[in-house]
């Protein structure tokens, strides 16, 4: 009787790819997942607040979404089709007005 060290390692692998997994899709309540970025392939995903939809800035952003992209979004996100450097000056801005 003895161990099988494969049968191990394959599990660890399974249980490291699960965790990977669940940290890469959870989104705390109150917040949803956008993805950013001009270029289709790099583009980057931030969990934000609900509370951004009420903002008129972030609605404008949500407009060119639409124009863009309409109600399909490759990423299996809602897509914003603007700068990861324009969205982050946005997002600090909301951030500084609340």
């Known amino acids: 009787m003895g161990f099988h060290l494969p ?7 399974i249980l490291q790819r699960a965790t990977s997994v669940l940290v890469a899709t959870y989104i ?5 997942a956008v993805y950013v970025g001009e270029n ?12 951004y939809l009420n903002q008129p800035s972030f ?3 949500l407009s060119k979404a639409e124009e863009e992209f309409g109600y399909d979004h490759p990423m299996g996100g809602l897509t914003i089709p ?6 982050v000056n946005l997002a600090s801005h ?4 609340s």
């Open 7 to 13: 049968r191990i390692l394959h599990a660890k692998q």
């Open 40 to 51: 289709q392939i790099r583009k980057k995903r931030y969990v934000i607040p609900i509370s």
């Open 82 to 87: 603007c700068s990861e450097e324009m969205f």
């Open 59 to 61: 609605q404008d952003l």
């Open 94 to 97: 909301l951030i500084n007005s």
């Open 28 to 32: 705390p309540k109150g917040h949803f």
